[in-house]
């Protein structure tokens, strides 16, 4: 079937010679702070408390906060927050994280406060509470358990914990970083990543030339698309520009349209649609990379990664809006964050053999998403570290000269190191 399907080539560079790192990253483990753990749960602990008794005091009516049914009354029936509110097909309201955030960007405050005792619950169950309950009592450490083949994309999947979606967007959630420390005073963690890869990989793949060439530059990517988005000059950007910009680029690799765009900013549909209009009118590169790529996949009935891991779409003609709509999206994305996936497990491999050869005693002991995390003797990490760059920007060269760039840090934790 690898013959057939013609992915041998994924298979036998990316996937089959990466099973050896994997083993030795599990079998190492890495070190946990359960006192930093004790005393942040305590705290975090509090902090729900708090968001609690400020919601009961703003609802005026003591409920059960973590009933979806009750959350939903006392929002649309009691307090009328929104008059349109839609209701599941059991007849309660909907109270999911989405509909949530659009009532927060509305101003209302008791909205505020329950986001923030979800938050916290859910920081506090699936991780500060949970990561002592894993550690290895042979070995003192976590050992995560990495799966090649759960991710259509080619992304590696963790498994208790699962690293993969330790929250990194908010305050709350990157603090849970510092739990993960050296093995001992002669260790320091160090942290390496890609530098905004999928945007390099789209600027690569679709050969856009105002893309490509920002990239050459060494431009901040944002910036400069604000600036030929806005028409102005680089210097004049501003924080919110740039914000815009940034917005942009992500959400058109992921296919969103001015619907979505004018929700995720809060800006109005009018105003969005112009944006990416000129958004495309700057990088028509990239509306053509769309384009083929879905045309592709119609013919096809799969789309691939430059080293030709494929992703099967069989709803890519269906007659269903929706359905086809969302396996569009897939079209156009698969091949950038697989392409993404494939380099970092390429570069995983690079540096595990650079490592050996080296003589280092050093160990690789994480990868999440574009990030490779290392204990590393302290005596060894100047050594270490051009090693563990060098690695990451040569393990896949990307056409039309888009550079690679990583970038590695450390510190006495993984929040210190990145």
Known sequence: ???????????????????????????????????????????????????????????????????????????????QLDPAAKKTKTGQYQTGEDVLLKLAAKGHEIVDDILTYRQLSKLKSTYIDALPELINPKTGRVHTTYGQAIAVTGRLASNNPNLQNIPVRTERGREIRKAFIPRDKNHVLLSADYSQIELRIVAAISGDANMCQAFKEGKDIHTATAARVYNIAESDVTKEMRYKAKSVNFGIIYGQGAFGLADNLGISRSEAKEIIANYKREFPGIQQYMDDTIRFAKEKGYVETLLGRKRWL???????????????????????????????????????????????KSKMILQVHDELIFDALKSEAAVLKPLIISSMQEALNLPNDVPVIAECGQGDNWLEAH
Do not use: C, W
């Open 1 to 79: 079937m690898l013959k057939k399907k013609d992915v041998e080539r994924v298979f036998n560079e990316v996937e089959s010679p990466l099973v050896k790192v994997l083993t030795a990253m599990e079998f190492e483990g890495v070190n946990v702070d359960v006192n930093f753990l004790k005393e942040y749960s305590i705290e975090l602990e509090k902090e729900a408390d708090r968001a609690e008794k400020n919601v009961y005091k703003k609802a005026g009516v003591h409920f059960n906060l973590a009933s979806p049914k009750q959350l939903g009354e006392v929002l649309f029936d009691k307090l």
């Open 314 to 360: 069989r709803d890519i003609n269906s007659s269903n809006f929706t359905v086809r709509g969302f396996a569009e999206r897939n079209a156009i994305n698969s091949p950038i964050q697989g392409t993404a996936a494939d380099m970092i497990k390429l570069a995983m491999q690079k540096v595990y053999r650079a490592i050996q050869e080296a003589g280092l």
